[in-house]
DNA sequence: ACAGGATCCTGGGGGC
DNA sequence: TGCCCCCAGGATCCTG
């Protein structure tokens, strides 16, 4: 990570993300849509801001990483961060910064919602009607909530792939919501190695993977929660609350644990650090 | 059907 | 100091 204090969002982030906005939207209208040039990766078509104009916030939740404005007349704006997606309600004399894309009017406010993305790896979608949005997520086969889960459905899960188990949990139709970070995170917290055949698991190391996972992100959600109310940098950003991860952008650092230098390799196209002597197979 | 690879994109870091 | 190259990764599309 070494001076990198940008994070990637994974469902902790997102959620602090909803429960941010969520005193900010909720009631309010959103009154225009400004489009910046530039795509995302889905791009937003003109005819969804006179749609949506008017519209009154009904409630702000989440669907994995994905984020749900549901607005009154049964409209649905779905965000997702990517990469790189920020997305803050700021006042509108506030200079806007590059890589904005999407600015939301909020009525009877001094203040708008903006979505602004470097690298354009996220999206932002209007569907119409509680079926429209069903059948994205049907479609997409997003995997369900981990905290809805319980030890045999992760048995299931596991015995039914050939995959290694990092490859499992970063795959959102298995388990929506977790990303690189908190996979690496949860697999040192269940002392599981990364590579490890998910059907050779025994059910004690299932139970275990179960336990962390759910854990692992209420940390997240919890450290997150903290972080913004207290070490909010004036650019949106998450301050220093990447210091309590355990493996995350750590190789070559000491174990926590037992003093190991940690490792990393590449799973599932994807850097992934673990404890040699703690995480085994 | 499933698994693995390629693709998109930009800022930052390493190497020379 | 500067430039080039490469890397990071979520979702999705493509191939075997």
């Not at 990483?65 to 607005?71: M, V």
Request: proline share 5%; with cysteine; net charge positive.
């Amino acid at each position: 990570m070494r001076g990198e204090d940008k994070i990637v969002p994974e469902l902790p982030e997102v959620e602090t993300v909803v429960r941010d906005l969520r005193p900010h939207l909720t009631g309010r209208r959103l009154t225009s849509v400004q489009v910046g040039s530039q795509p995302l990766r889905r791009r937003w078509l003109a005819e969804w801001g006179p749609r949506l104009a008017g519209r009154r916030v009904r409630e702000v939740g989440r669907r994995g990483k994905w984020i749900l404005i549901h607005l009154q007349g049964e409209l649905h704006l779905v965000i997702h961060l990517g990469m790189t997606g920020q997305l803050c309600v700021m006042p509108v004399n506030e200079a806007t910064a590059a890589h904005t894309h999407l600015v939301f009017g909020l009525d009877r406010c001094t203040k708008e919602l903006r979505y602004r993305d470097i690298r354009r790896f996220g999206s932002a979608t209007l569907f119409e009607g509680q079926e429209a949005l069903d059948l994205f997520f049907q479609e997409s086969r997003l995997g369900p909530e981990p905290f809805d889960l319980d030890p045999d459905y992760w048995r299931e899960r596991l015995a039914g792939t050939a995959r290694c188990l990092k490859a499992v949990l970063l795959d959102q139709h298995a388990v929506a919501g977790v990303g690189n970070i908190y996979a690496d995170e949860a697999l040192f917290a269940a002392r599981v190695h990364p590579a490890a055949p998910a059907r050779r698991l025994s059910r004690t190391r299932v139970a275990r993977v179960h336990n962390a996972v759910r854990a692992t992100l209420q940390a997240g959600i919890d450290a997150q929660g903290a972080s913004i109310r207290d070490f909010r940098t004036p650019d949106g950003g998450y301050g220093s609350a990447q210091e309590r991860f355990a493996v995350y952008g750590r190789a070559g650092e000491p174990c926590e644990r037992c003093g190991t230098p940690l490792r990393r390799m590449v799973i599932a196209q994807r850097g992934t650090v673990y404890c040699p002597h703690c995480q085994r197979f």
